[in-house]
C-alpha cells in the first residue's frame, strides 16, 4: 500500500489530551498512521521521506472521519418517499413494503447512494442495518466503495404486520445470518464486519433473540438493534411481553458491551441504570427522532450516569439526509432548551461522533483519534468560508459542531485509501450512482404496489 504525507493541516487530534495541533504534517504508511508531528524542514519523521501521494492540508482542518453507528443503507433509496408519518405507520404502511420490493441490484444502488453521500459528508466508518434479503449485495457496495462498516442483515420471524415479503422463519434468519458472517467478517483486515441485526422486539420472537445472544458470543461480533423508539413500540412491547423494553433485552441476555442500542428515547432510570450497568452501547439519532416525532432521548442525563453514547443519522426516510455534521448540531442544540446552554457541549459532541462511535464500534484503540498505530481514517475540512468566518480567535471545535457542514468537506481518506479528494471520488461513480438508484426505485415501488411519493 502506499505512503501519504499530510503536510501543515491543522489536527484536530480527538487523543485523550484533546490537542489541537496548529501546523502539524501526518504520514500514512499502508492503512496506518505512522507519524503526527509539527509541520516544516526540522520534522525527521516526514522532511527525507518518500511518499507517493502529498497532500497540502495549509490553512485546512484535518481531523478523524466520523463514526454514525446507525445507519441503514438499503433505505437510502426510499429517501422522500415516507414522510410526515410516526414510526408504527412509516414502517407499516411505506417502510416494510418498499423493503420487501427490493431485489440484489437495488440494494446495491441503495447502498452506494447511501455511500457516496457519507464518503462526501466526511463518515468514514459506519454500522449499517440491511434488509431481510440481498444483503450480500450491500456487502459488496461496501467492499467496492472501501468505507469502513460493520454490518448485518436484518432479522424478523415476528409479528402480524409484517408483510410475507419480509417475514422469515427463525431458522431461515439465522441460517442466512450465520452465512454472510462466514463470508464477510473481518474481510479487508478487519475494514469490513458483521453484526447480527434483529430488527426489534416487536417483530423477533423469543426463540431468536436468544439464540442471537449466543452466537454473537461465539462469534465475538456486535448485536445491533432498535429499542424504545416509540411511545407505541413500548405499549406492544409491554402488551406482549410483559415489562418494559430494556427489561426485556436485560431478561434475554441480550445487553452487554456488545449490544448497539439505537434510539433509546422512552426509557426510565431503572433502564437506563441498566444500560449503564451492563455496558451497552446506546445510538442518538436526533434528525430521525425529530422527523418521526417520537420524542427527545434523554442523551445528557444518561451520559452523566455514564452510558456510553454515539450518533447516527439513522436511515434517508425518517432523515433525508445521512449528514454527521446536522446529527452533531442537533445533538448539541435540542437537548439545551430542557436543560441550559450547557448541557451538551460541542466538545462532547464531537467526541460521540469519533471516540464515541469508535468505542460502539468495537475499535476505540483502532480508530476516532488520530495518533500513530491507528487506522488512517481522516478527513480534510475547508472552512474557510462565509458561513464559518470569523475563522481567528474563535474556538475550532465551536466551528465544526456548529458551523460546518458537509460540503466543507474536501478529502475523504479510509484505512490509507483516498476516497475523495477536492470533493471529487475515486471509488464511485457519482453520476451513475444516481442514474441507476432512479431506475431501482421505479422498479421497486411497481414491485411493491407503493405510489411514489410525488403522486400521493
Same mark, same amino acid.
Given at each position: 500500500?502506499?505512503?501519504?504525507?499530510?503536510?501543515?493541516?491543522?489536527?484536530? !487530534?480527538?487523543?485523550?489530551?484533546?490537542?489541537?495541533?496548529?501546523?502539524?504534517?501526518?504520514?500514512?504508511?499502508?492503512?496506518?498512521?505512522?507519524?503526527?508531528?509539527?509541520?516544516?524542514?526540522?520534522?525527521?519523521?516526514?522532511?527525507?521521506?518518500?511518499?507517493?501521494?502529498?497532500?497540502?492540508?495549509?490553512? %485546512?482542518?484535518?481531523?478523524?472521519?466520523?463514526?454514525?453507528?446507525?445507519?441503514?443503507?438499503?433505505?437510502?433509496?426510499?429517501?422522500?418517499?415516507?414522510?410526515?408519518?410516526?414510526?408504527?405507520?412509516?414502517?407499516?404502511?411505506?417502510?416494510?413494503?418498499?423493503?420487501?420490493?427490493?431485489?440484489?441490484?437495488?440494494?446495491?444502488?441503495?447502498?452506494?447512494?447511501?455511500?457516496?453521500?457519507?464518503?462526501?459528508?466526511?463518515?468514514?466508518?459506519?454500522?449499517?442495518?440491511?434488509?431481510?434479503?440481498?444483503?450480500?449485495?450491500?456487502?459488496?457496495?461496501?467492499?467496492?466503495?472501501?468505507?469502513?462498516?460493520?454490518?448485518?442483515?436484518?432479522?424478523?420471524?415476528?409479528?402480524?404486520?409484517?408483510?410475507?415479503?419480509?417475514?422469515?422463519?427463525?431458522?431461515?434468519?439465522?441460517?442466512?445470518?450465520?452465512?454472510?458472517?462466514?463470508?464477510?467478517?473481518?474481510?479487508?483486515?478487519?475494514?469490513?464486519?458483521?453484526?447480527?441485526?434483529?430488527?426489534?422486539?416487536?417483530?423477533? !420472537?423469543?426463540?431468536?433473540?436468544?439464540?442471537?445472544?449466543?452466537?454473537?458470543?461465539?462469534?465475538?461480533?456486535?448485536?445491533?438493534?432498535?429499542?424504545?423508539?416509540?411511545?407505541?413500540?413500548?405499549?406492544?412491547?409491554?402488551?406482549?411481553?410483559?415489562?418494559?423494553?430494556?427489561?426485556?433485552?436485560?431478561?434475554?441476555?441480550?445487553?452487554?458491551?456488545?449490544?448497539?442500542?439505537?434510539?433509546?428515547?422512552?426509557?426510565?432510570?431503572?433502564?437506563?441504570?441498566?444500560?449503564?450497568?451492563?455496558?451497552?452501547?446506546?445510538?442518538?439519532?436526533?434528525?430521525?427522532?425529530?422527523?418521526?416525532?417520537?420524542?427527545?432521548? %434523554?442523551?445528557?442525563?444518561?451520559?452523566?450516569?455514564?452510558?456510553?453514547?454515539?450518533?447516527?443519522?439513522?436511515?434517508?426516510?425518517?432523515?433525508?439526509?445521512?449528514?454527521?455534521?446536522?446529527?452533531?448540531?442537533?445533538?448539541?442544540?435540542?437537548?439545551?432548551?430542557?436543560?441550559?446552554?450547557?448541557?451538551?457541549?460541542?466538545?462532547?459532541?464531537?467526541?460521540?461522533?469519533?471516540?464515541?462511535?469508535?468505542?460502539?464500534?468495537?475499535?476505540?484503540?483502532?480508530?476516532?483519534?488520530?495518533?500513530?498505530?491507528?487506522?488512517?481514517?481522516?478527513?480534510?475540512?475547508?472552512?474557510?468560508?462565509?458561513?464559518?468566518?470569523?475563522?481567528?480567535?474563535?474556538?475550532?471545535?465551536?466551528?465544526?459542531?456548529?458551523?460546518?457542514?458537509?460540503?466543507?468537506?474536501?478529502?475523504?481518506?479510509?484505512?490509507?485509501?483516498?476516497?475523495?479528494?477536492?470533493?471529487?471520488? !475515486?471509488?464511485?461513480?457519482?453520476?451513475?450512482?444516481?442514474?441507476?438508484?432512479?431506475?431501482?426505485?421505479?422498479?421497486?415501488?411497481?414491485?411493491?404496489?407503493?405510489?411514489?411519493?410525488?403522486?400521493?
Amino acid at each position: 500500500m502506499s505512503k501519504i504525507l499530510i503536510r501543515g493541516g491543522r489536527v484536530v !487530534t480527538m487523543n485523550e489530551k484533546q490537542e489541537i495541533l496548529e501546523r502539524a504534517d501526518i504520514l500514512v504508511d499502508g492503512g496506518t498512521i505512522a507519524s503526527v508531528a509539527a509541520a516544516g524542514d526540522e520534522n525527521e519523521e516526514t522532511a527525507n521521506v518518500e511518499v507517493d501521494t502529498v497532500i497540502d492540508a495549509e490553512g %485546512k482542518v484535518v481531523m478523524p472521519g466520523f463514526v454514525q453507528t446507525h445507519i441503514h443503507l438499503c433505505q437510502t433509496l426510499f429517501r422522500g418517499q415516507a414522510d410526515d408519518l410516526e414510526l408504527m405507520d412509516w414502517l407499516r404502511l411505506r417502510i416494510w413494503p418498499l423493503e420487501g420490493g427490493h431485489d440484489e441490484e437495488s440494494i446495491y444502488w441503495s447502498a452506494m447512494l447511501g455511500i457516496t453521500e457519507l464518503i462526501k459528508g466526511g463518515t468514514t466508518a459506519i454500522i449499517d442495518m440491511e434488509t431481510v434479503h440481498h444483503t450480500e449485495s450491500a456487502f459488496q457496495a461496501i467492499n467496492t466503495s472501501g468505507i469502513r462498516a460493520t454490518s448485518g442483515k436484518v432479522m424478523m420471524d415476528h409479528g402480524g404486520e409484517v408483510p410475507p415479503t419480509l417475514m422469515e422463519s427463525t431458522e431461515d434468519s439465522l441460517k442466512e445470518s450465520e452465512e454472510l458472517l462466514r463470508k464477510w467478517h473481518m474481510l479487508d483486515g478487519g475494514r469490513i464486519r458483521y453484526a447480527f441485526a434483529p430488527r426489534f422486539v416487536v417483530s423477533c !420472537t423469543d426463540d431468536l433473540l436468544v439464540r442471537v445472544v449466543a452466537m454473537a458470543k461465539d462469534y465475538g461480533v456486535l448485536v445491533h438493534t432498535h429499542a424504545s423508539e416509540n411511545r407505541g413500540e413500548i405499549e406492544l412491547v409491554m402488551a406482549e411481553k410483559g415489562m418494559r423494553n430494556v427489561e426485556f433485552l436485560r431478561e434475554l441476555g441480550l445487553l452487554g458491551p456488545n449490544l448497539v442500542l439505537a434510539h433509546c428515547i422512552w426509557l426510565d432510570e431503572d433502564e437506563m441504570e441498566m444500560l449503564r450497568d451492563s455496558e451497552t452501547k446506546v445510538v442518538h439519532c436526533p434528525s430521525s427522532n425529530l422527523k418521526l416525532a417520537s420524542g427527545f432521548a %434523554k442523551i445528557p442525563e444518561m451520559m452523566d450516569m455514564g452510558v456510553f453514547v454515539s450518533l447516527g443519522a439513522d436511515g434517508a426516510p425518517c432523515n433525508n439526509n445521512l449528514d454527521a455534521f446536522m446529527e452533531m448540531r442537533l445533538a448539541a442544540l435540542i437537548h439545551k432548551p430542557r436543560l441550559g446552554p450547557t448541557a451538551m457541549p460541542a466538545t462532547k459532541v464531537l467526541e460521540m461522533a469519533t471516540k464515541g462511535g469508535a468505542e460502539a464500534m468495537g475499535m476505540k484503540d483502532e480508530i476516532g483519534s488520530i495518533e500513530p498505530g491507528k487506522r488512517a481514517d481522516i478527513i480534510i475540512l475547508d472552512i474557510d468560508h462565509a458561513h464559518a468566518a470569523p475563522t481567528e480567535n474563535v474556538n475550532l471545535i465551536s466551528r465544526i459542531v456548529y458551523e460546518a457542514k458537509a460540503a466543507d468537506v474536501e478529502t475523504t481518506i479510509v484505512d490509507g485509501r483516498i476516497l475523495m479528494h477536492e470533493r471529487k471520488l !475515486t471509488s464511485i461513480d457519482e453520476e451513475e450512482v444516481i442514474r441507476e438508484a432512479n431506475k431501482a426505485l421505479e422498479r421497486v415501488l411497481r414491485r411493491a404496489g407503493v405510489s411514489p411519493s410525488s403522486k400521493k
